[in-house]
């Protein structure tokens, strides 16, 4: 758990503005940084996800952006709609092995109407 | 397809009391791995296993056992539950390299 630390821990943003959620990690030998959904009672979905050879990738109202050199990646949520309200993991993984995922500690979203 | 199933979606249990988390996936995954997730603690590994036959421990194994006889069921043995193995837990599997999917998840309370 110590090799990721994500914040904030709970944000609340009103509808059509922007939610920004950091992730900082330690291991540089991490290679794939996936951002994870998740609703009350169901399991974590990948959202998006970036490799290290790019400092941004967007997908809709989603962006990933990446710094390799201050080892921090954030996601971004433009134009916020209630339903965004979920809870947000990043999951930086270790080598292609399938299995070493590191988990946040998650941010709890609320997005005002 | 189903993707990942788990069984039950609740459980109760007593202290001392031992049963097993069902976890089938029907997309001929080689990595299953079963997560807990507790308030502000994100979700830690318990086991994962890389195929058939083959287990290992991550990161909170103590009190779990698990077993892979076949490719699609990964189970996860309580062996004598205790309070502090309340939590929701979650099975998960992927092709070995791949963002893993995960079940809905077994509400576990033990009193």
């Known amino acids: 758990q110590q090799q990721v630390k994500q914040s904030p821990q709970s944000l609340i943003v009103q509808k059509g503005g922007i939610s920004i959620i950091n992730c900082a990690y330690e291991?540089?030998?991490?290679?794939?940084f996936p951002w994870y959904q998740q609703f009350p009672g169901k399991g974590p979905a990948l959202l998006i996800a970036?490799?290290?050879?790019?400092s941004e990738k967007k997908e809709g109202r989603f962006t990933i952006s990446f710094n390799k050199s201050a080892k921090q990646f954030s996601l971004h949520i433009m134009d916020s709609q209630p339903g965004d309200s979920a809870t947000y993991f990043c999951a930086p993984q270790l080598g292609n092995t399938g299995n070493q995922f590191y988990f946040g500690t998650g941010t709890s979203l609320t997005v005002i109407p | 397809n189903a993707g990942v199933t788990q069984t039950p979606k609740f459980q109760v249990l007593k202290t001392g009391q031992s049963m097993t988390l069902q976890c089938a996936q029907d997309?001929?995954?080689?990595?299953m791995s079963w997560y807990r997730q507790d308030p502000g603690m994100g979700l830690r590994l318990i086991h994962y296993s890389v195929g058939a036959g083959i287990t290992d421990q991550g990161e909170v194994p103590n009190g779990y056992n698990v077993s892979r006889s076949t490719t699609e069921d990964f189970p996860l043995r309580l062996l004598s539950a205790a309070p502090s193995q309340t939590s929701v837990y979650f099975c998960?599997?992927?092709?070995?390299?791949?963002?893993?999917?995960f079940g809905s998840g077994t509400r576990l309370t033990v009193v």
């Open positions: 291991n540089t030998a991490f290679d794939y």
């Open positions: 997309m001929n995954h080689e990595y």
């Open positions: 998960a599997s992927s092709y070995l390299g791949g963002s893993p999917a």
């Open positions: 970036i490799r290290p050879d790019v």
